[in-house]
């Protein structure tokens, strides 16, 4: 069977996730409007009668401002480094002007010497004559092997872009038993979902200040702490009343009872932790 990796790159806010869960077919990575919403590698995995296609789902390319983001970048760049995938797939924003910071992504991208797929993405409700042209000039990145205009949101053009990867991996063995989705521990993607839902009900400001960490964890109890950096998030986060967090863990309870197969009680508290963006101990706790 054919069987390998392809690193997902591009700028922060692509759709580079939703592209990742719409490829594997299933809910692999969290996904919001907000930029820098993907912090770890994660590893979505499409398994069929004939091939594994296992896709490293990146950070977005950005300039770090602190020890958090600083990190992440590191992620990029090791995995980068290691070239220890069989393709890449370079994503862009079909709604943005193809720019400086792609053409950034796409040199390092090139630069590897594997075969790099071009995705245009999130095409859905966009005049034809609009995608030709973004089209264009995401042909100007570099010399790809293919280029497709999909939307991840729709599924428009996702099978075809997944044979096409597909076709590239090489003859290999499993490297994931039948019915793996993700390399993910369950407790980091209970975390995640939890956070999903924060960063649906909060304004800018506020989302590069949230986390979240599985504090306790049995059969009928899962017990998730939502961290801000000051006592003013925090109390965004809780919402007057209770009201926000109390959303937050109506939204997020389908997703993590999905997750573990039954129901569940989902508690969910807030906390401040100055500065933790900052906090090597607790970064590395979060696994970030």
Do not use: C
């Not at 980068?80 to 069989?86: F, G, I, Q």
């Not at 369950?186 to 924060?198: D, G, H, K, N, W």
């Not at 809780?238 to 573990?260: N, T, W």
């Amino acid at each position: 069977m054919k069987s390998g990796f392809v690193a997902v790159a591009g700028r922060p806010n692509v759709g580079k996730s939703t592209l990742v869960n719409a490829l594997t077919g299933t809910k692999v990575a969290i996904v919001s409007d907000k930029p820098h919403t993907t912090r770890h590698r994660i590893r979505g995995v499409h398994t069929n009668d004939d091939a594994q296609l296992i896709l490293v789902d990146l950070p977005g390319w950005q300039k770090p401002v602190d020890m958090m983001t600083e990190r992440m970048q590191d992620t990029v760049n090791d995995t980068m480094k290691d070239a220890d995938v069989d393709a890449v797939l370079l994503v862009v924003n079909a709604r943005e002007r193809i720019g400086a910071g792609d053409r950034h992504v796409a040199r390092s991208v090139f630069a590897l010497g594997v075969p790099v797929v071009i995705v245009v993405n999130k095409i859905d409700r966009l005049k034809p004559g609009h995608v030709v042209t973004q089209m264009k000039a995401a042909a100007a990145l570099g010399p790809f092997h293919a280029l497709h205009p999909v939307s991840a949101l729709s599924n428009d053009g996702i099978e075809e872009l997944r044979n096409d990867l597909i076709s590239l991996l090489p003859e290999g063995p499993m490297y994931y038993p039948a019915g793996t989705d993700t390399d993910m521990p369950l407790e980091a993607r209970i975390a995640e979902l939890v956070r999903e839902q924060a960063l649906h009900r909060v304004k800018e400001e506020l989302p590069h200040a949230i986390t979240a960490e599985v504090v306790e964890m049995d059969e009928k109890l899962v017990h998730v702490r939502l961290y801000t950096e000051t006592e003013s998030q925090k109390q965004i986060l809780i919402g007057k009343g209770g009201s926000v967090v109390r959303d937050i863990g109506r939204g997020a309870r389908p997703f993590v009872e999905k997750l573990v197969g039954h129901r569940v009680y989902l508690q969910i508290q807030v906390k401040a932790s100055p500065k933790w963006r900052r906090n090597q101990t607790m970064l590395e706790r979060l696994g970030l």
